[in-house]
T-cell receptor, first 111, second 114 residues
Framework: SQELEQSPQSLIVQEGKNLTINCTSSKTLYGLYWYKQKYGEGLIFLMMLQKGGEEKSHEKITAKLDEKKQQSSLHITASQPSHAGIYLCGADPGTASKLTFGTGTRLQVTL | NAGVTQTPKFQVLKTGQSMTLQCAQDMNHNSMYWYRQDPGMGLRLIYYSASEGTTDKGEVPNGYNVSRLNKREFSLRLESAAPSQTSVYFC?????????????FGDGTRLSIL
């Protein structure tokens, strides 16, 4: 089965700093989803990447898909306290099978 | 927009008790899912319903049953709760299946089994 490893597992950054979260798959990535979760809440869909080399941005968050490396990265520019939470990646297995999710990266943004 | 609504938000049960978690979506999605989230384990699929009238087992179905009541509603039942089922349960929906479309999640049900 496909496994997703996220790095780092946790991250503390000062407000205004940039950061990158990585999601690496044990198998070919046919698509990759990024979600954000705040404590006590559900997962909020951020972005979906479907093609190798694809890059999408929403506000200060940019996600890229590197098919060859079987990896996706999520980059936050000029972090804000509102960016704090747990970021999870989910992989499209390329078949009718289920999505696989990473265990998440916990982000704290300090003032 | 309500999206995916789960009830209850919190529940404490004793071992052996039964309970049904409710989920409803108002996005006219065909597919619905139940996940559990445990520390260090990520999200694991319990059951899913690709379309109204169908249900299939996911990764961790033992101890659970589901009912796709209609297109909007998908419930998860614990017949005889066990401490190992203490978890946060999420319901999700998508337009059609797993591929090429995001799943939209509810806020979760935090379930403790004593």
């Amino acid at each position: 089965s496909q496994e997703l490893e996220q790095s780092p597992q946790s991250l503390i950054v000062q407000e205004g700093k940039n950061l990158t979260i990585n999601c690496t798959s044990s198998k070919t990535l046919y698509g990759l989803y990024w979600y954000k979760q705040k404590y006590g809440e559900g997962l909020i869909f951020l972005m979906m990447l479907q093609k190798g080399g694809e890059e999408k941005s929403h506000e200060k968050i940019t996600a890229k898909l590197d098919e060859k490396k079987q990896q996706s990265s999520l980059h936050i520019t000029a972090s804000q306290p509102s960016h704090a939470g747990i970021y999870l990646c989910g992989a499209d297995p390329g078949t009718a099978s289920k999505l696989t999710f990473g265990t998440g990266t916990r982000l704290q943004v300090t003032l | 927009n309500a999206g995916v609504t789960q009830t209850p938000k919190f529940q404490v049960l004793k071992t052996g008790q039964s309970m049904t978690l409710q989920c409803a979506q108002d996005m006219n999605h065909n597919s619905m899912y139940w996940y559990r989230q445990d520390p260090g384990m990520g999200l694991r699929l319990i059951y899913y319903s690709a379309s109204e009238g169908t249900t299939d087992k996911g990764e961790v179905p033992n101890g659970y049953n589901v009912s796709r009541l209609n297109k909007r509603e998908f419930s998860l039942r614990l017949e005889s709760a066990a401490p190992s089922q203490t978890s946060v349960y999420f319901c999700a929906s998508s337009e059609n299946g797993f591929r090429n479309q995001p799943q939209h999640f509810g806020d979760g049900t935090r379930l403790s089994i004593l």
